[in-house]
């Protein structure tokens, strides 16, 4: 039986990845500091003889005593609340938590796996994006304790491939929504959703033409294991390139809760991008992924997780 670790399991996108490891067949611990992770995500999997967790900060050095054949390291705020509320924890989670889960992997003879970001093309000067692009990132902003930390990350784990023939994989994550993301979350699927629900007015920041590409969980996470299944060490991109507009997906969600609600306008953040959306055709060609949940689909399974949640019917 292979065993697998995920840091960040009991976050949206690390408790999705266990399940589908464990339907895998794996072993799986989970390990998270619980600083934006939640045990509630995970406990559809208490009663699984073949599932672990341990309440760990993965900055600090790493004790596992069962053999493992992977290191998942999926640990890290994600969001731009995260970033200005806990941008010190974001910075280590990049950083020192990549050391201890590559030094953890190195020392098991483990295949190691970072889920880096589409953040690391900042605000791109290049569109779609692919993973040839270097990025437009603004070294000293308040995004950059996630930009510069995954991308620093994903420097790291490159260097322990060439220094010590650690096999690894890398995929940049574009945005992803499903069941189990934070109410309070500060990014755009769970705030209009949430706003949509409450019948309180949507917040667009800007004019609402920038655009992103939204990707489901689970699309998601079947690329995190084809990847992981493939014998590929630089970065892979994994999202929906689909792209909408910020208004016209406010407009959708309304449309879609059947809300009243209206939208607002606000200021743009500092060093927002103005631009999101995948260059897919290596993960079509070196995975065979794409996504397959349409958008609605995928938007009305996230409503009914935020209405269960918001206790509305």
């Keep these: 039986m292979k065993r697998a670790l995920v840091t960040g399991g009991a976050g949206f996108i690390g408790s999705h990845l266990c399940e589908r490891l464990l339907q895998e067949g794996f072993e799986v611990t989970a390990l998270d500091s619980l600083i934006t992770g939640d045990m509630h995500n995970l406990s559809g999997l208490k009663k699984e003889p073949k599932f672990g967790f341990i309440k760990q900060d993965a900055s600090n050095p790493l004790k596992i005593r069962q053999k493992l054949d992977w290191v998942f390291h999926f640990?890290?705020?994600?969001?731009?609340?995260?970033?200005?509320?806990?941008?010190?924890?974001?910075?280590?989670?990049?950083?020192?938590?990549?050391?201890?889960?590559?030094?953890?992997?190195?020392?098991?003879?483990?295949?190691?796996?970072?889920?880096?970001t589409s953040e690391t093309y900042g605000d791109p000067a290049v569109h779609p994006q692919s993973e040839d692009y270097w990025g437009n990132v603004n070294p000293i902003g308040p995004r950059a304790v996630y930009d510069e930390a995954k991308r620093f990350g994903e420097a790291m784990t490159s260097a322990y491939l060439r220094y010590f023939k650690i096999p690894v994989r890398i995929i940049r994550i574009f945005n992803t929504y499903g069941p189990r993301m934070r109410l309070r979350d500060g990014r755009v699927v769970p705030n209009f959703v949430s706003q949509a629900l409450k019948g309180e007015e949507l917040t667009v920041f800007g004019d609402g033409s920038q655009t992103r590409s939204f990707c489901f969980v689970d699309d998601l996470v079947e690329g995190v294991l084809r990847l992981s299944r493939a014998e590929y060490s630089k970065p892979v991109n994994v999202g929906n390139p689909l792209e909408l507009k910020i208004i016209d997906f406010a407009q959708k969600i309304i449309d879609l809760v059947g809300s009243q609600s209206k939208i607002v306008f606000q200021p743009l953040p500092e060093d927002d991008p103005k631009q999101r959306k995948p260059d897919i055709a290596l993960a079509k060609k070196l995975l065979g992924w794409e996504p397959k949940v349409e958008l609605d689909q995928g938007l009305k399974i996230t409503i009914d997780f935020f209405k269960t949640k918001l206790g509305v019917k």
Excluded at 92 to 111: D, I, N, P, Y
């Design 75 to 116: 640990a890290s705020p994600a969001s731009p609340i995260d970033y200005l509320e806990l941008p010190i924890e974001t910075m280590k989670a990049g950083s020192l938590a990549v050391f201890q889960t590559l030094e953890l992997a190195r020392k098991k003879g483990a295949h190691y796996f970072f889920a880096s």
